[in-house]
């Protein structure tokens, strides 16, 4: 945890950003959170976004910004909370990855 930060606050900021963009952004068919629970450290977080096809990747991008200008209409609000989000999420990398539906245990 940053100085400044607790785990409610980041909890918070997730939750808070899951119920005004991910789960409104009808791009995304499913999404899970995770964050890393051994050791000092618990800064990790993966988030994990399917999506139906390529075209659908940029599709929920550009609704992802739609989005976050309705949730914060005032730029100011917008930017306090990302502030607060940034202080939490340090790195960004894509991975994109198809699944092999024949490996996948069911």
């Known amino acids: 945890m940053p100085e400044n930060g607790t785990r409610a606050e980041l909890n ?11 789960f409104k952004n009808d791009k995304v068919i499913s999404e899970r959170v995770l964050h890393h629970i051994s050791g000092a450290d618990l800064r990790d977080l993966v988030i994990i976004s399917e999506h139906a096809s390529w075209n659908d990747i940029d599709a929920a991008s550009n609704m992802q910004n739609e ?10 609000d917008r930017n306090a909370f990302f502030k607060s989000w940034n202080k939490y999420v340090i790195t960004h990398s894509d991975e994109i990855y198809q699944e092999n539906p024949e490996l996948t245990k069911k």
């Open 12 to 22: 918070g900021l997730l939750k808070e950003f899951s119920e005004k963009i991910s």
């Open 67 to 76: 989005l976050i200008n309705k949730a914060w209409p005032k730029e100011e």
